[in-house]
């Protein structure tokens, strides 16, 4: 039996990384995929891989507007709506001293604040699906400092907050939604490749980053994508608001 027969699944930042290696599993498990980005060209690409049990709709997570939409087409393509991925999201490089206010707002507008309007915009779908499951990409950055990312940390920390909250939330309401944050360590995705030619000491930018984890490399997107799959499938039934650690054993 597939892992996800009969479950509709919207994924923001579905074009690319652990977004579309996601998309991957969940239509590979007999879900419905509707992958969500603002990056038409490669979303649209990979829907068309995907074939019809994938959808691509346009989405730019900070304007709830579009959020409505792409809800409103995903339950008019497949009938329902049971899971979230939230995985949009951008990293910037700043420290305490240096960052705008600019930068900040934007790091934290579109990690956080789109993580929030994702998951207010698909309760309505969710609940009148029977329930489900949303998962929201944290990171370890999340969980601990890094003195070189403020911006992105604050933002990532917010996004295990919200987690929790709208876990509780649900589970007192009795909608059957469950709400869980994924914290990846490094993940070579393109978010980090400017990061991987930038040499430090004598390190290149690679080595410095893969020396952070006790496994020594990077991980690789399908490795975060069998977390949200596990998430997203009813294989995790237990488990609300809490954190899901997929690093390489670079917090242990
Ligand atoms: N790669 C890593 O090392 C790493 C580590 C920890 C957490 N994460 C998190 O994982 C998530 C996925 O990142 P990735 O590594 O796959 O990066 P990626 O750059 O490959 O994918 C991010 C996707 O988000 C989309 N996006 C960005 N801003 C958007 C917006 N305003 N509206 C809609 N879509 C938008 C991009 O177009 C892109 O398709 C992010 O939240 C990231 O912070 C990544």
Not at 96 to 115: M, Q
Not at 123 to 141: D, E, F, R, T
């Amino acid at each position: 039996m597939a892992r996800l027969e009969g479950k509709v699944v919207l994924l923001s930042g579905g074009a690319s990384g652990i977004g579309a290696a996601t998309a991957r599993l969940v239509v590979r498990e007999g879900g419905k995929a509707v992958l969500a980005d603002r990056d038409e060209a490669k979303g649209r690409a990979l829907a068309a891989e995907l074939g019809p049990a994938a959808l691509f709709v346009p989405l730019d997570v900070i304007r709830e507007e579009t959020w409505q939409t792409a809800v409103a087409a995903t339950v008019d393509a497949f009938g329902g709506l049971h899971g979230l991925l939230n995985a949009a999201g951008i990293g910037v490089r700043n420290t305490i001293e240096d960052c705008s206010l600019a930068d900040y707002r934007r790091v934290n507008d579109i990690n956080s604040l789109g993580s929030f309007l994702g998951c207010k915009s698909v309760l309505p779908a969710m609940k009148q699906s029977g329930g489900g499951s949303i998962v929201n990409i944290s990171s370890v950055l999340g969980l601990r400092g890094a003195s070189y990312a403020m911006a992105y940390c604050a933002s990532k920390g917010a996004v295990r907050a919200l987690t929790k909250n709208v876990a509780m939330h649900c589970a007192q309401m009795k909608y059957n939604i469950r709400c869980n944050s994924v914290h990846p360590g490094y993940i070579d995705t393109p978010m980090i490749a400017p990061r991987l030619d930038q040499n430090i000491g004598n390190l290149s930018g690679r080595q410095w980053l893969e020396e952070l984890h006790p496994l020594g490399r990077l991980g690789q997107a399908e490795e975060v994508a069998n977390m949200n799959l596990f998430l997203l499938s009813d294989e995790s039934s237990f488990a609300t608001g809490s954190e899901f650690v997929c690093d390489g054993g670079l917090t242990a």
